[in-house]
């Protein structure tokens, strides 16, 4: 369990002290997932269910474990699959995506005004979910006025207020400013989120009532938008589209860790040279200390998270924390936008 | 003079009389550019400078001239120039425009906030001039709060409200909402707009303290954003980059009728074969109205003004009224907003 | 029935002899599409069928219709539809341009290499139809010498020449010499087209296997690329999205015909100013030659192709014949690039 | 020195041993950078020289180098820079790009032709670099045979073979036509390179003479083309914009190490608190085996290149070696293209 201070960094046989306290209230870990945050916690056990290969996880983040994990209080849901670029597989996770966002969804009227939000930059591909999967939004608020809408359509309105440091206005400044306006009953946001695990990488779905920090993945941290700032039902849905380099370095701890181990253990075998490829993750490792530390020392001593803090103490002051993103985004993220626009549009309409 | 009403049109010599009264004040001619609206009184003279092949007009429409050429009330500047994909062109063009553009911004404090606005509809390219021209404006609205700008550079903010069609909204509502939250000195807004002259599309810019009407060139005219609705005032820059039919054709009607009067004046040159091309637009061509009626008929009878009413009638309920754009624009709006945002920037900085 | 001249324009009843001779080989009419050339005789009678308002007309043109019509000998087929942004609309279009694609292509191996070609410019929107559509076909030649495709998937491979202008050598070269190298048994090119009717703009595809000029929709006329130039029988495959000025000006004067004789024969009906609008083009008007060359004079005394010649005459020197497209362009291209690409996949995989 | 062997890991104090040999002609290092490559070998000194922040250094690789680290016998100039987002910067690194090429440029006469080729994917932007420069090269060789080009601009044309992945056709198959057809005196090529160090990312170009791998950053290698293959000479330019996650992590350890050390040093100082940031690196820290194996165990024991294969070894099985960009790229991306174009079009055109 994390203490926010990493202690004992240095305390070896040799007998240094090397007392080096971080705080850790500092240290911002960049996922944007609650279901990452909660790996940190074995007391919050998710549901999960399976199907047909995408895999959904409801997670329901009370106070108690809001301070814990340091996610806001609500309703999270994460729907996790393989490649979107398959026709059949995208179909099935937009099917999933309905069915869980519908149940995010509650509006007494189709006169009720929803207004979609894709935050991001659209000119920086992986934060360019946002304004990509409005450009797909059905609007229809000004045909309202006119009645020119078949009247099971939703009343929809939809923006893109772009990155501050494109405005140089706080992006909650101009959602506020705009949902003063036009008085909506709820708001849907679209996002690109952080993710510390590359596996999740353009493969995930998070939703969630419980609002979104625009810029959380990317750069810094904007003011909040959710029903407590707005005082409107906030729906907030991303997609982790870039990770940090203390995510790749510390992933890849953990995998030299399990590749030593199993190494070890097989090396006797006649096949061993044949079998090592990745058959070190497919077995269930049981990792031992002092097999981590003999191979890497005192960085083997230190739990995921006083790794992960140790890592933003030495690349974050030179610059090298840089966010990165896998050279397929550009395939990707149309399709991403895609299930999301389409998923919102299904719902609108009937 | 236009009278609003066409009549007389079918009065024949075969003594039809076909009276066939058109509401002109329902007609909508498709200029964004009062030096073009101008051409219609010849009482209005404006004044023009020529620097280096790049021609600047000045207009000032008082409240009489306004009601005349149906335009508002305000200064129009136009500067007109040729090719900008040509490196020393632009320059010239770029430095004219910052020029003009300056006379029209006074600002008391470096403090002050400048809004800039680009009008338009980012995946459509001729209506794209406005959210291109944003993607290059610097802004230093947040900097300023952290005291992180250089105190020569004035505070700008930048935003790009896209278009009713994809928002559902009322450009105008964006636009005040967003106002009202920052509290601009001066509102600076770019559009593309619509030209009744094909030799104007992409090397026309039209600067003027009067406002704009989102969306006058292209679709149907919005609210207002102007001094008066907003209570701020507002620099309207303007590029036109769209013609309707209407235009095509009245212009041609107009060509074919010079050529056919020079061709009758040249038939019996010996040369006459060998000078036609274009000769017919450079001689002073002094039509006379019974060889325009000889070729053209009832056609022939009318007004330039009559014409394109009648052009209206033709074509506005068969949805043939098509707005069309020159294919090289995919080749020039890039480099026309760069001029805009250059210009901007460069103004703010000093 | 043209006769490459242009006589007799000017014979007018004052006497005088305007002979104006236009030699009709140097004009160019800028439509690609058999099916509008074809119009000018009406001893072609195309075979059409209607399949739920999706028109398909086949048309072989033989020794003797080519001369007539300036068109290749070769089998051309026409789609024509309405609307492809939706989606129901979009899947009937793609379903008939299958089944007829498919009556074109023989092949008796799935190792026989198909060279799929995208000619056209990806920067310029209008010409981007080509190089859009191969973005999208799956290619496998370079996996079937490692054995790695599904044995029912054709060998296809694709590419994109661009234009002379960007790269600087004829695209014939540049496709001869692929094909030299990678010997296919059968060449499809996808190429933007030019077509003398605004109507066709977008909502047209034809399909021939005559071969294509590249550039011959916009710009200059290329080399051909052909069964003849290359030695493998090539499919061309095109959609027109420009018009030129002289296809806007013709089709508007016709338009001014027919209305002008629509609006006399009502004028004395009560309900007159009411029912105008569109019905000048629902009801059969007899056009009559008095009443157009009352209306129009002289013009009124042309043929079509007299006037197109005409008009020729008068716009291209001075540089005004300009190309020029909807701009609702931007939504379609994508769309119909898609229809283009998914066809050809679905024929290649079964 | 690398020996192609990696032995001894797991050689430890327990007695264990675990002899692990991994054929190193197996692993490919992700570097198309020679100033990278001469890293693990002391005994090649490059000649740098650093005109206004901005270093080149020039190597040239003989027979008995190339053996050593893996790279092409010829001349490898590598320009080092830092942001090109500043305008004046980038004029810099323009300047100095032009008097580098210039003199690997050869040519007897303005009518030979010279054919520049981007490599690379335009939907892929990291690997868009090749591409996106073409757009920008003025091409002539068209223009030549009508003799409309000033006798000052070379004869140039300008192709994009795109990639095997989107052709089916190996990319040097279609080089080679297309050079076989038009029979250039000189080939220039342009490509996306990968890097082993993030700090060179978007930030180096290299020319060489010695040829290029088409694909080798991103994706696989594919056939050479160079000299030897083409028998015509081949300049390439390239700029790293990919790394891979083996480099992020080695990167990293390395770091941690230097950050160990100085910690360890300077705990006992009053201001250690304060200081730390990113002085580890400014200082010149001497790494002594004992600290490093003392933080990093086994791992510690490893020389960089020995690293680097494990990592190799962990990694690549599992697919997690993901090539990654830094998301600032689609800001430089343009701007990195235009000085590759700008600097040819210079040279051409005197």
């Known amino acids: 369990m994390p203490n926010n201070k990493i202690s004992d960094l240095g305390n070896n046989k040799n007998g240094d002290i090397m007392k080096h306290e971080v705080d850790l209230s500092d240290y911002n870990i960049r996922t944007d997932l609650t279901i990452e945050a909660i790996e940190k916690d074995a007391t919050i056990a998710p549901s999960t ?19 814990i994990i340091g996610k806001k209080i609500g309703k999270y849901v994460t729907i996790e699959f393989d490649d979107v670029t398959d026709k059949n597989n995208k179909d099935k996770v937009l099917k999933i995506f309905i069915k869980e966002l519908e149940k995010f969804i509650k509006l007494d009227n189709k006169n009720d005004l929803v207004l979609v939000i894709g935050l991001g930059n659209d000119t920086s591909t992986p934060d360019s979910l946002g304004p990509l999967a409005i450009d797909g ?7 309202y006025e006119l009645s020119l809408v078949d009247e099971n359509y939703q009343r929809v309105a939809a923006i893109t207020p772009s990155v501050m440091g494109k405005t140089g206005i706080e992006t909650s400044t101009i959602i506020k400013s705009i949902a003063d306006a036009t008085k909506p009953k709820l708001i849907i946001v679209i996002d690109s989120l952080a993710s510390t695990s590359v596996e999740r990488l353009n493969r995930t779905i998070q939703i969630t009532n419980s609002g979104i920090f625009p810029g959380s993945g990317i750069g810094n941290r ?9 005082n409107i039902p906030v729906i ?3 997609i982790p589209t870039v990770v940090d380099a203390i995510t790749i370095v510390s992933d890849t701890i953990n995998y030299m860790i399990k590749h030593y181990i199993y190494t070890k253990e097989h090396l006797h075998l006649p096949k061993y040279k044949l079998v090592i490829g990745n058959n070190y993750l497919k ?3 049981k990792i031992n200390n002092q097999d981590k530390e003999l191979l890497l020392g005192l960085v083997g001593h230190l739990s995921d998270y006083e790794l992960r803090s140790l890592l933003n103490d030495v690349l974050s002051p030179i610059g090298y924390n840089l966010i990165v993103t896998p050279t397929e985004i550009d395939y990707l993220i149309d399709s991403l936008a895609s299930i999301i626009c389409q998923g919102i549009n299904e719902i609108m309409q009937h």
């Open 222 to 230: 904007r003011k909040e938008i959710s029903l407590e700032t707005l």
């Open 49 to 67: 269910k399976t199907y047909d290969q995408v895999r959904v996880t409801e997670i329901d983040v009370d106070e108690e474990k809001s301070k």
């Open 137 to 143: 939004i059905n609007v229809t608020n000004h045909l």
């Open 236 to 238: 907030a849905i991303g």
């Open 283 to 285: 077995e269930d490792i």
